[in-house]
Structures are given as structure tokens and as C-alpha cells.
């Protein structure tokens, strides 16, 4: 299907949208991907979901890209007395693994955290709305201080903005969940909680290549070691929700266009998260500041924008989708948008398969062919042709089924699910046919071609015709 905007939709499915119908709505509205939240919901939830998308594919004609994203280490405290309490600013508190010989403290029972901390360090409970600071950390106790007061629950999360946690990002319930999903055949896999580039290295040796990782950056941690995990990952999400509450909030813009510039350099997907149209969980129109959210992302060069609970448990998730669509196609029609992806100078050197790509890009818009036919079998021509953000569609064909579908994520990209072809004639046959049938290509038009010659050789990209 061809939607006419660069930019592409994540919507995360849930109570809202879990149904046939309603999942197909939401694609007819713009979704490209479908995010399964492995947070909540049972498998069987997640399993007649997975099926109803895969029955909408076949009936739509297309490919459709689903999503796992795996719940990771949950750090929380344990039950409070009386399951609430009140705490002022420049209150004592003490922290402990275990509450039997310390009548008084609050339960935090993750070992990790004692060895982890040391004095200075601050513990946001509850998203930052409890600030304490650490004034002595020993083997089973922390004694802090107040910083900001407000009530602490039970069971409120436990962000530590400051310290690496000797734990792994895959809880024995993720392992569970990655394996049933990567049963099921989902096209990527986010693992939450990254600290460092190593932690992706477990979930590599699970998934292998039956899906593409997808590191979600949330940590601070994350953020120093940033090269080397965009290099070991498939892709990125700005996790904003969690990065927001451990790195200044006044931070966050700045890291997103770090992160999406990366990404673009690196040619992986990278996805915007988080409170996008946050206010359409309850209400028909997003706020103004939502929309400019939306409208910054792509700006940015973003690969894909994402709804969460707008989507998944709002009132609006068809309007939400509309509206978060409408907002790309009007960014992408400005007259800075084009000028702003073009303006981008990464000031590296070029592989061959990269400048043969880059020269691709630049053909195309010159002599205003209505799209670059990318012939792919692991999505990497197409990747390095959309790492130019040309003004034009890229056909991405590929014999490869998941790949087709990873493809529904990448900027820029057509995805096309075909038969293998073997000759540049069946190629250039192909591209004319598809581009004809999506009423992109005349019969006068010239279209430029890019491919790995011999075809079916993956990572060289070293042919380019006009045609």
C-alpha cells in the first residue's frame, strides 16, 4: 500500500484495539506497524492478536510489520504499611532489602541496587514525583533524604539515574515471552532496560535472525555507550517516557535529534516513543504542543513515530492515527522539510555500496523519476538509499518475507513482498509493473534501479541503471 508520506506509524494494540475490526481500521488509517505491549495481556491475548493482523495482511495484499516489546526488570518498592504514605522534604528515610530487623524502613528488595548506589546518588520513586538522595549505602540498607516530597504506594517504580545495575534486561519472563513471540513469527523484538552495548548480546543469542532488535534507549547508560549499541542493534526507540525521568526533562530534545541522526548515519530504523498525542487517550484533538511533538519527530529525519496507550486503551484510536497521519503529510509537504533532510552532511566516508545508494538518491531527484526501485534481499539497499531522505518513494522489493515486513518501519519505503528474479530484465519489469499498479510509474517515466548484482547477494547495493 502506498500512503504517500515518508514518515511511518507504530500503534501499540490493547483493549482498545484488539479487535479484527478495529486493528483494521487502524491500518486503513495509517498504521504501518503494530506494537504488542508484553507488559500487560496474556499469550493467548497476544496470540489472537498476531493472527487477526496476519488474516488483515492477506487481505490487505501487503505487508504489515508487528512489534514485540518484551516488559524487561520492573524496580519497585515493595508493600507499604497502610499502602500509602506522606513524606515532606528533608525527611530521613531508610531503604532495606529486607524490613524484618528494621521496623519502619521501606522494603526495596533488589540486591542490585545496594551494591549498585553509593552516596550522592538520587532514587526517583513513582516517575520523579519522590525524590531521595542517598547519604549511606551499605550491603542490605540505604539511608537518604528527601529531596522531594509527595506520597509513596505500593509497588511504585524505582527509577537510578545515576548507577549501572549488574542485571540482565531479560527477566525469566521475557525469556517466556520472546520465545513464544519469535514462535508466533513477529518481525522485531524491543528489549527494554539497555544500560550498555553488552546487554544486547543475550538477546542476540535468542533471536538470532528470526527477527530484528530493536535496543530501547532509556537509561542514561545507554546514552555513553550509544555508538556501539546503534552498531550491535537492528534499530532504535527513543523511550522517552522512562529517558524523561532519569535525564532532565529540558534534555530530552536535544537526544532525540542526537539519537535520530545516529541512527540515519548508521542506516537503522529509529522510532519516537512516548507521549506523543498523549492527550487523545481522552479527548477528539491533540494539543497544539502534541501536534509540534509529532511534527519535530519527522522533522528530525525519524524513521517512525509511536502511540501507546492512545491507542491502546484510549477513547480515539482511529482519530488518533488520523490525525497523527495528517501531521506527517503536512511536515513532509513544508517547503523546510525537503531541505532539511537534504541539508544533512554526515562527514564520513563512503562504502562503495553506500555512494552507489547516495548517487542513486541524487539521480532519482535529478531528473525527476517518480521513484528508486531498491532490490533487496536483507533491506540493506533499501536502508542505505533512505539514509539520503530522497523526495521520492523507494520501491523496496524483496523476496524475503520478514524482510518486507521489517521494511514497514523504514523511512521512506514501499515494501513489496515478490518472487525472487535472477536478471535485471525481470527486475526492471517488476519495478515498472508494481510502480504502474500503485499508480506511481507513466509509461514515459524513467525510474532508477538500484541493486546487488549478482541478485539474491546480500550487502554489496553495486548496480545502478536508468530505465
Not at 548506589?117 to 526517583?124: E, K, N, Q, R, Y
Not at 551499605?138 to 549501572?164: C, H, M, Q, W
Not at 502534541?290 to 501507546?308: F, I, N, Q, R
Not at 533491506?379 to 538509499?385: F, L, S
Request: charged letters at 25%.
Amino acid at each position: 500500500m502506498y500512503r504517500n508520506r515518508r514518515a511511518k506509524i507504530v500503534a501499540t494494540i490493547g483493549p482498545a484495539s484488539s479487535s479484527p475490526d478495529m486493528l483494521k481500521r487502524l491500518f486503513e488509517a495509517g498504521v504501518d506497524t503494530f506494537r504488542m505491549n508484553f507488559s500487560h495481556g496474556s499469550h493467548q491475548d497476544h496470540a489472537a492478536v498476531f493472527r487477526a493482523i496476519r488474516t488483515l495482511e492477506k487481505e490487505m495484499g501487503c505487508p504489515i510489520g508487528i512489534l514485540q516489546d518484551l516488559q524487561g526488570p520492573k524496580i519497585r518498592v515493595g508493600q507499604i504499611p497502610n499502602g500509602r504514605m506522606t513524606v515532606k522534604t528533608g525527611d530521613t528515610l531508610r531503604f532495606c532489602l529486607s524490613t524484618d530487623d528494621h521496623a519502619g524502613a521501606i522494603l526495596l528488595p533488589h540486591r542490585e541496587i545496594y551494591t549498585a548506589v553509593t552516596a550522592g546518588d538520587d532514587l526517583l520513586i513513582d516517575d520523579g514525583r519522590v525524590r531521595v538522595r542517598v547519604l549511606d549505602a551499605k550491603a542490605e540498607v540505604l539511608e537518604t533524604v528527601v529531596i522531594v516530597g509527595g506520597i509513596i504506594s505500593d509497588r511504585k517504580g524505582v527509577n537510578i539515574p545515576n548507577a549501572v545495575l549488574d542485571i540482565s534486561p531479560l527477566t525469566t519472563k521475557d525469556r517466556r515471552d520472546l520465545e513464544f513471540g519469535l514462535e508466533l513469527g513477529v518481525d522485531w523484538v524491543a528489549l527494554s532496560f539497555v544500560q550498555k552495548a553488552s546487554d544486547l548480546a543475550e538477546a542476540r543469542s535468542l533471536i538470532s535472525q528470526r527477527a530484528g532488535l530493536i535496543a530501547k534507549i532509556e537509561k542514561p547508560s545507554a546514552l555513553i555507550e550509544i555508538d556501539s549499541i546503534i552498531q550491535l542493534a537492528d534499530g532504535i526507540m527513543v523511550a522517552r517516557g522512562d529517558l524523561g525521568v532519569e535525564i532532565p526533562p529540558e534534555d530530552v530534545p536535544g537526544r532525540q535529534k542526537e539519537l535520530v541522526r545516529a541512527c540515519r548515519a548508521a542506516e537503522k530504523p529509529v522510532i519516537v516513543a512516548t507521549q506523543m498525542l498523549d492527550s487523545m487517550i481522552s479527548a477528539p484533538t491533540p494539543t497544539r504542543a502534541e501536534a509540534t511533538d509529532v511534527a519535530m519527530a519527522v522533522y528530525d529525519g525519524a524513521d517512525a513515530v509511536m502511540l501507546s496507550a492512545e491507542t491502546a486503551a484510549g477513547i480515539y484510536p482511529v482519530e488518533t492515527v488520523e490525525i497523527m497521519d495528517r501531521i506527517i503529510r503536512s511536515t513532509e509537504n513544508h517547503k523546510f522539510y525537503k531541505s532539511l533532510m537534504a541539508d544533512a552532511d554526515f562527514n564520513d566516508p563512503l562504502s562503495v555500496p553506500q555512494a552507489v545508494a547516495s548517487v542513486a538518491a541524487d539521480l532519482a531527484t535529478s531528473i525527476g523519476a517518480p521513484l528508486i526501485a531498491a532490490f533487496t534481499s536483507s533491506g540493506m539497499t533499501a536502508a542505505r538509499v533512505a539514509r539520503k531522505r530522497p523526495a521520492l518513494p523507494i520501491l523496496a522489493i524483496t523476496p524475503v518475507e520478514i524482510v518486507a515486513r521489517q521494511l514497514c518501519l523504514l523511512w521512506g519505503a514501499v515494501s513489496i513482498h515478490s518472487k525472487d528474479i535472477t536478471t535485471y530484465e525481470q527486475a526492471v519489469s517488476q519495478a515498472r509493473t508494481i510502480g504502474s499498479a500503485l499508480k506511481l510509474v507513466g509509461e514515459k517515466d524513467n525510474i532508477v534501479v538500484v541493486a546487488s548484482v549478482p541478485f539474491g547477494h546480500t550487502g554489496t547495493t553495486n548496480s545502478l541503471r536508468v530505465v
